[in-house]
C-alpha cells in the first residue's frame, strides 16, 4: 500500500491544513482505520506490517510508528473504538532524522568522506566547523530548537534554525557535488535520473492507477507548511 502525504504530494489532493510530522500523523491512522473497516482490505489486517519510508521519512517514520502505538493503547484500554496498527518493523530509507546529528555530519564528512578523502577546500572546511560550533551557530541554534519544544516561540526558533544551518553548513559543505550521490556534480545529468516522473505523467498510467490528479513529486504548498513550523 503506498500512501502519498500530506495532501498535494504524488497523486494526493484536496484540502491540506498538515504544517507538521505530529499533525500528519492522525491523517494516516485514519486512512489505515478506512482500509481495515473495509471489506477489500480487512483480509490483510493479520498480516505483518511493515511501515517503509523513505527522506522526509526520518521524521515521519517514528512519529507515525509512536502514534499507532499510543492509538492501540487507547483501543486496548476502551477509550477507543478502531482497528489496532500493529507495526512490526519500520524501514527507512535516505531518512533525514535528526539535524543536529545530520548537521554535523556535514561538516565530519566534507572534512573526510570514507574512500574519498577531504570534500571541500581548507578554507570551506573552516567556515563549516566555525559555523556549527561557535556561539550562536547551527550547533547551538538546532539546541535551542529542540529546547523550545511545542511553545509558542518555537517555529519561529526552529525556522531561523533551519534557515541559518542549511545556508551555512549544507549548502557550502555540498559545494558542487550532488548531495544524494558525491560522485556526480554540477556537470553531470541529474541523478538519480527521473524517468518515473514522465512515466507517471502519461495519462494512460493515470487511467491504470486510478489517479485523479496529475502526480507531484516535490510541490511547493505542503513544504511551505512544513517550512513556517520548522518542522
Not at 510530522?21 to 511493515?50: C, D, G, H, K, M
Not at 547551527?138 to 529546547?147: S, W
Request: glycine share 10%.
Amino acid at each position: 500500500i503506498y500512501i502519498d502525504q500530506p495532501i498535494g504530494t504524488g497523486f494526493s489532493y484536496g484540502t491540506d491544513t498538515v504544517n507538521s510530522t505530529q499533525s500528519a500523523a492522525p491523517f494516516v491512522w485514519n486512512a489505515f482505520q478506512i482500509l481495515f473497516e473495509s471489506s477489500a482490505f480487512a483480509a490483510y489486517q493479520s498480516r505483518e506490517f511493515i511501515f517503509a519510508t523513505e527522506s522526509y521519512g526520518g521524521h515521519y517514520g517514528p512519529s507515525f510508528v509512536t502514534y499507532f502505538d499510543q492509538q492501540n493503547a487507547l483501543i486496548q484500554s476502551g477509550a477507543l473504538v478502531g482497528e489496532e496498527v500493529v507495526v512490526s518493523a519500520l524501514m527507512i530509507n535516505n531518512g533525514w532524522y535528526d539535524p543536529l546529528i545530520q548537521n554535523q555530519a556535514y561538516v565530519d564528512f566534507a572534512t573526510n568522506a570514507p574512500g574519498y578523502g577531504q570534500l571541500q577546500s581548507n578554507q570551506v572546511i573552516k567556515k563549516l566547523n566555525d559555523s556549527y560550533y561557535k556561539a550562536g551557530g547551527c550547533k547551538d541554534q538546532e539546541e535551542a530548537c529542540y529546547a523550545a519544544g511545542d511553545g509558542d516561540s518555537s517555529n519561529k526558533i526552529c525556522i531561523n534554525a533551519d534557515n541559518y544551518c542549511i545556508e551555512n553548513v549544507f549548502v557550502p559543505a555540498v559545494g558542487n557535488r550532488d548531495s544524494e550521490d558525491l560522485r556526480q556534480n554540477g556537470s553531470t545529468p541529474l541523478f538519480p535520473p527521473e524517468y518515473y516522473v514522465d512515466f507517471l505523467g502519461q495519462a494512460s498510467i493515470r487511467k491504470l492507477i486510478g489517479a485523479e490528479v496529475a502526480y507531484g513529486e516535490c510541490p511547493d504548498p505542503p513544504y511551505e507548511l512544513f517550512a513556517k513550523t520548522g518542522d
